[in-house]
């Protein structure tokens, strides 16, 4: 059974901040790619960044030059390092894997919480 958990969520003032952890454990395969999900309250889930085994990370528009994803292959751990945080970046993080079969896992996801 694969499991797949987050850790590292908190509070931090705009301008500081936050790292976020998840290792993926259990029988999932090769791992391809490890991403960084987040959910605000009454919006849709939207991606933040995702590392790939064979090309280079993708932010979305709204993080980029602010947060950094890294991935561990040996310990199947991913990290998300957040800093110059903004109040809008208040959300439930997720953390995701897909194997190199396409299945995909998820996490139960960490609350961040930014205060101007």
């Known amino acids: 059974q694969v499991q797949v958990m987050e850790s590292g969520g908190g509070s931090a003032q705009a301008g500081g901040s936050l790292r976020l952890s998840c290792v993926v454990s259990?029988?999932?395969?090769?791992?391809?790619?490890m991403a960084w999900y987040r959910q605000a309250p009454g919006k849709e889930r939207e991606l933040v960044a995702r590392?790939?085994?064979?090309?280079?990370?993708n932010y979305s528009n709204s993080v980029k030059g602010r947060f950094t994803i890294s991935r561990d292959n040996a310990r199947r751990t991913v990290y998300l390092q957040m800093d110059n945080l903004e109040p809008e970046d208040t959300a439930v993080y997720y953390c995701?894997?897909?194997?190199?079969?396409?299945?995909?896992?998820w996490g139960q996801g960490t609350q961040v919480t930014v205060s101007s």
């Open positions: 995701h894997a897909m194997n190199s079969f396409g299945l995909n896992y």
């Open positions: 590392d790939y085994n064979d090309k280079s990370p």
């Open positions: 259990g029988s999932a395969a090769g791992i391809y790619s």
